[in-house]
């Protein structure tokens, strides 16, 4: 149910978007009366050259209809300027709206299911965005119009009206047609693309890796087998859709001469006027209009109703969590466990299992254990970044999911396994992208032994770092994460093998860090496969198959008086039974 309530509010803010871009559109929709009404314009003047002017030679009814005529097509610019400006305006609000909350669940959605390609995401609310201001909206606020044109053909005849009629009908079925066709082959033209697309992003990331171990032909190979997929279904739908823009063309065209030919019939029989004529032709190519438009632009209509879809559907399935909360009071950094289960994303086998285990505010805790034992797990559930299958992570008695992930955020400091540094100068990174507090930085940064480091940088704080921080070393990396995670007021730091590229120097820092938190009161715990830190921690937890299988002091643990000399690889205990602390 809790779930189902957070869907509803991520969807409220899709909803959200579209209600307060209804008034623009209510406006648009005003405005194309008044541009559709200003169209009869030139077939009324054509009407009265025909079968007024040239029957009187009058140059004063040619000078006066001339100049009223002009008058009203300036009005007809103008009005079609500000049409085109208030949508144009209505995507930026819409964009504005919801861009930055679609991001912001894309995010988190990454970080649920990482093999998903939320990274369309913003493409996606482009589309919407790029649909709403072009000429397929338009044309779908001048299709009301058809009708009051072909009426107004069947006023000047009935003959003219159903020439009219019957192209109208004509044309509605090719369009109908179209979407019938390649509406299907075009959402797996556009899946297969969105998929190859990622495929490429998630290889380019790992660059180095494909250049050095020669992986390059073989991932091209396998991107271009689904490259290839999304060319073969979009050339599919383009074939289907050239048949019916063909068969369109050779009506519009048919259609025109169709009612010459009428008209020409009907001006011979006397029963109207050459300038009825002429006027009807113009009319029924005005009527015309909006469904040729809408045919012209309906990949571009598909496109964006596939990334409404697309939109509506990631909302759906992973809640933005933006709702209001009641703050909750600062930290002082208990953490507990109860019967905590937890599964790798896509997985239903946990990797975490029934742990329980409380943390008192100001231990430092380390765990350690075997490869594949769950720490790396533990820790992404302990700062919430998988969910667990079952049981609850508490912060002072509150869940995770009581608090909002930006407060929550302030309270936590994670160095991840696998660091990741991010495009900006060295003090952003460490500020975590926030108002720059220099004091703060400088602080981090020293607490974490980096700040000698960092001065030594081309331009020290202010050095910019590419993208992944490629230019520093492991060891560099590590150390300014380190600042990342103490930057600010931490109660609860959570350190994933904080030393496995730091050298002797930084292993030192990190110890002396580890020992600061300690001092001042911060919950740490420590994920490693190393022993050297177990000497500044005060109890160790031993994972052995996903469960707790030892938690005491470091040398009742570990067997020996210092708790330095035990191989972790010798930890692992068949039994998962939580030993208390004396």
Known sequence: MKRKDAADNSLKMLTNAMRQCRGNMIAVIVFSFFVNLLVFVGPLYMLQIYDRVLASRSEVTLIVLTGLAIGLLMVFAMLEIVRSRILVRTGVMFDELLADNVLYTAFRGHVRQPGHAYSQAPRDVDSIREFMTGAGLIAFCDAPWV????????????????????????????????????????????????AANQYVVSSLRNAETVHVLGMSKALIGRWNALHLDALGLQAKASDRAGVIMGSFKAVRMSLQVAILGVGAYLVIQGEVSAGIMIAASIIMGRALAPVEAAVGQWKQFVNARSAYGRIKQLLETVPSDNEERMPLPKPKGELTLERLFVAPPGSNAPTIKNINLKIEAGEVVAVVGASG????????????????????????????????????????????????????TVAENIARFGDVDPDAVIHASATAGAHDMILKLPDGYETKLGDGGRSLSGGQRQRIALARALYGDPRLIVLDEPNSSLDQEGEKALADAILWAKRENRTVIIISHRTSLLSVVDKVAVLADGAVAKFDRPEVVLGSRTGQAANVSQLRTPQAKVISAS
Request: glycine share 10%; aromatic share 8%.
């Open 147 to 194: 009708p009051v044109f072909i009426t107004v053909c069947f006023l000047m005849h009935f003959w003219l009206g159903m020439v009219a009629l019957v192209g109208a009908i004509i044309i509605f079925i090719l369009a109908v047609s179209n979407e019938l066709m390649t509406r299907s082959i075009l959402s797996q033209a556009s899946g297969a693309s969105v």
């Open 373 to 424: 034992a769950g720490k790396t797990t533990l820790a992404r559930a302990i700062v919430g970044v998988w969910l667990p299958v079952s049981g609850s992570v508490r912060i002072d008695g509150a869940e995770l999911s009581q608090w909002h992930p930006e407060d929550l955020g302030n309270h936590l400091g994670y160095l991840p396994q696998e660091v990741e540094l991010f495009n900006g």
